[in-house]
């Protein structure tokens, strides 16, 4: 049958099914699809902490949200157009997000009395008419995969397993989708079970004919491709950036680079990635807890290597001292966390901003440190050059503050031309630096305040470090007062002076007579300037301004703080740098907070934003 093709600017698909339905792998491949294809994208995975949460239930439920568009987006959507829920428990815990003239596509199969009763619902909304104001298409997937794959030599187990892949072909069809590359995956995913490879693509291909067949979907959609800038592009997630901008700084800065880490969700994405590239002289050690790794890459950054470990929030804590002894020797070395909900173990797979005031402060003693933010996933590479950048020039400790959000979200990124990146080249101490011939592993550079880098062998530059304060220039154990107080105003004024080093704080203020600044750090970037749109769209003056830099701040920060009437500050904590900025600028910042483990909605900002520009 001759169907209709319908034409859209954009699209917001979830699935949602139990952990062990490969919502994740279904989303994967369909977002892969879809950059292949040329679109812009954003993603938002969602899963349970639980390894195998109980299955049918609320907290069990995995979900997949991608946005794509022909236009440049930057959130993975407020609300999905379509939602294919895989069970009960999928329908329920996401209906409340999807509006009303939606599709949901439900798999029938899964609707029994039990599965219902289990999660609270007294009948079949596929039957009661409740879901009457969407647009619902039953369909039973698990029994039209089973009775796909009736030929192949596989159990009925392993059938029903592969009604992601149906499903993943359905979607492939309804909105066009190129195929090829998923069933190359498949191919290569399967390699070593060739009859489960055949099933899944079996499946797969069963999906795209139902959709081609059916009169249940009369109508196809078509987005085509998004107008990017020249250049060679990739899907990426913010967790394997990340892991590419320190691959990229090592080469950039001609060091070998070292990990030491201890797996922890969200980050240990970074620590499998690295661990893959041992041709570009990385050296990855998975250590057996987090004061270990952290232990191992400052022992890596004393023998002259660009030292890393990656954490989220809980790790942070254990690595504290550590960071402190990194900033009292003065050795570049970087920390990466992943920050998540907490407190203590807190909600691992959700997302959150709450490091900010421990990246700054949570160390004993005065024990500054740059810390650096990426704004999206694509950034977490760039972010990663930066703070290296700034380590190995300053010789300090970097708090690099990604978020669960950034790692597990995926956009397309331009692959960088080399000539655009830095020149991060070190050059190590080779001489004595001392009147007398000796070596003053604490004699600083007048410019950056930084000490020598010597790497231990080099003759006649022995030195020692160590926890204990440090004498001016010799860098002898001092007891002394008056050279502790200079020691460590020494150490402030050197991470103070990295503000003179980067970019002062942009202002996007359409038309320059904007009144409202709506001020943000990190992932909020997406959400705020989304939002923002939507507000001038609507005739709103309001201006926005990103941090990437959180410490030292971008010199004009108080100016273009005191130059707007009013300041909105919007993070997923309760106002951490909201505090910071009234203290230091005495401007009273109006704080929009949330801390649910979930990012923003641009819509939901666009009417804070029109609360406050209408208060004026």
Request: some cysteine; hydrophobic content about 40%.
């Amino acid at each position: 049958m001759t169907k209709q093709v319908q034409q859209l600017d954009r699209v917001i698909i979830r699935f949602a099914g139990d952990s062990g339905d490969g919502m994740q792998l279904t989303g994967d491949r369909f977002t892969a699809e879809t950059a292949e294809f040329g679109n812009d994208l954003s993603t938002l995975p969602n899963f349970p902490a639980e390894i195998r949460a109980p299955a049918g239930t609320l907290p069990g439920v995995s979900s997949f949200q991608l946005h794509f568009a022909d236009h440049d987006i930057l959130t993975p959507g407020d609300a999905p157009n379509v939602l294919v829920a895989m069970n009960p428990a999928a329908l329920k815990a996401n209906l409340a997000d999807v509006p009303r003239g939606a599709d949901i596509i439900a798999n029938t199969d899964e609707f029994t009395k039990r599965n219902l009763t289990k999660v609270g619902y007294s009948g079949n909304p596929l039957e009661d008419g409740s879901l009457g104001e969407w647009r619902v298409h039953a369909v039973p997937l698990t029994t039209m995969t089973v009775k796909a794959l009736e030929g192949f030599d596989i159990s009925k187990k392993d059938a029903e397993r592969a009604k992601n892949m149906f499903a993943l072909g359905l979607l492939s069809w309804l909105y066009h989708r190129p195929t090829e590359a998923t069933l190359k995956f498949l191919e290569a995913k399967f390699a070593k079970k060739p009859d489960i490879a055949k099933a899944n693509i079996a499946a797969f291909n069963a999906g795209w004919n139902f959709g081609e067949t059916t009169e249940s979907f009369s109508v196809s959609y078509e987005i085509k491709p998004a107008r990017l800038a020249p250049g060679t592009y990739r899907n990426i997630s913010g967790n394997m950036a990340l892991a590419y901008g320190l691959i990229a700084a090592a080469e950039l800065a001609e060091l070998p680079l070292f990990l030491g880490s201890y797996p922890i969700t969200p980050a240990s994405d970074i620590l499998h990635e690295l661990s893959k590239h041992k041709r570009f002289g990385i050296r990855t050690f998975q250590a057996e807890d987090e004061i270990a790794g952290v232990g191992a890459a400052l022992g890596a950054a004393f023998g002259g290597a660009l030292g890393v470990t990656t954490t989220s929030g809980p790790g942070v804590a254990l690595k504290a001292e550590t960071v402190g002894l990194a900033v009292t020797t003065e050795l570049p070395l970087i920390v990466v966390d992943v920050q998540r909900a907490g407190p203590s173990t807190g909600m691992p797979t959700k997302t959150e901003q709450t490091d900010l005031l421990m990246a700054m402060y949570g160390r004993n003693g005065e024990s500054p440190v740059p810390v650096v933010a990426p704004m999206s996933p694509s950034d977490c590479f760039h972010a990663a050059i930066e703070a290296a950048r700034i380590a190995v020039k300053y010789r300090t400790p970097v708090m690099l503050l990604s978020d669960g959000y950034l790692a597990n979200g995926s956009e397309p990124w331009r692959l960088p031309e080399v000539a655009e990146l830095p020149d991060l080249r070190v050059a190590f101490a080779t001489e004595a630096n001392g009147e007398d011939g000796t070596f003053l592993p604490f004699k600083r550079d007048v410019e950056t305040l930084a000490r020598p880098w010597a790497v231990p062998g080099t003759k006649g530059l022995e030195h020692r470090i160590g926890g204990i304060e440090k004498a001016d220039g010799t860098g002898n154990i001092s007891y002394d007062p008056n050279n502790h107080d200079l020691m460590v105003r020494l150490r402030q004024a050197k991470i103070d002076g990295i503000a003179q080093d980067i970019p002062p704080l942009e202002v996007d203020d359409e038309g320059g007579d904007a009144r409202v600044l709506v001020l943000g750090w990190g992932s909020t970037y997406g959400p705020i300037a989304a939002a923002v749109r939507r507000v001038r769209k609507a005739g709103g003056k309001v201006a926005q301004a990103h941090l990437r830099h959180l410490n030292p701040l971008p010199a004009n920060t108080g100016e273009v703080l005191r130059s707007y009437d009013k300041v909105l500050l919007p993070e997923i904590n309760l106002g951490q740098l909201a505090l910071l900025l009234r203290a230091r600028f005495l401007v009273d910042v109006i704080s929009y907070n949330r801390v649910r483990g979930l990012p923003f909605k641009a819509e939901e900002l666009a009417g804070v934003i029109q609360d406050v520009i209408s208060s004026e």
